[in-house]
């Protein structure tokens, strides 16, 4: 039995996902996986990376809050792991309590911080006096409020609510209608190319030099590459050094795209190829 990993614990957003992702997948894997729950995103890459696990399934940014920063630094500091699908799911947050309560009783708010910012708006005109609190996951939030039975409430998904027996207050508090999560999935080997369109995904180091971004951009520019997303992060080692996380239409084999890639070797910048795989189409979004 093969085992996949997810932010848990259980009815967490990304255990919602999985399902979802393994029912619209069933060729993925021939016989039902053993789902395993991580209390953090860099114990299940690390786990995955040392093969303790054979995937994991993790959140890699969300269509309100944007990139999840410790799935893209965790990605980058791991050594043999490769994106072969991406899921993008919808995102509906609830307002949770172990009974019902008028919301201006309400003392303290748990949960994930990208559900937190997902409902900053909602958050500042129906509870502006109660204390926010950040949780691993924002299941880990729903299970610590419905053992206390104090003025508190979280933010989370219907499932959780139901697992770990809450009332619903409010749902669909999140500030923008259209709120998506974009998951991946990540394993040991690199994904074949698909008979649709595909994606891939990398990690380029470049010099904190004048006009750096600009040549990297440039190489994929004049070769009529698409690119879908660029995100910076810090690289931890220098104060104003930045890696950036790139992913451009195609398959990494295409000849355009190995084009670019002898061309950075060329120029001493230095890539790191974190997946091709298929990309997920508008009609294939769960919202």
Known sequence: MQKIGFLGPKGSFSE???????????????????LIPFSTIPKLLFACNDHEIDWAFVPLENSTEGQVGV????????????ITHEFIHSIDQCLLAHE????????????????IGQCRDFLENHLPNAQQITCLSTAEAAHRISSIRENWAAIGPRRAARLYNLHILKECIQDATLNATRFVMVGHNLAEMSDGEDKTSLLVIAENTPGSLYRILGEFAKRHINLSRIESRPSKRILGEYVFF??????????????????????????KLLGS?????????TF
Request: zero cysteines; proline letters at 10%; a negative charge.
């Open 246 to 271: 790139v992913d451009v239409d195609g398959y990494v084999f295409a000849p355009p795209i190995q084009d670019v890639l002898w061309a950075f070797k060329e120029e001493h910048i230095a890539v």
């Open 277 to 285: 795989y298929p990309k997920a189409h508008p009609q294939e979004r």
């Open 71 to 82: 799935t893209m630094d965790t990605l980058g500091q791991t050594e043999h792991l490769f």
């Open 100 to 115: 019902s309560m008028p919301l201006e009783q309400i003392e303290r708010i748990y949960s994930h911080e990208q559900a």
């Open 16 to 34: 919602e996902a999985i399902l979802l992702f393994l029912a619209a997948h069933p060729d993925l894997i021939a016989t039902p996986p053993d």
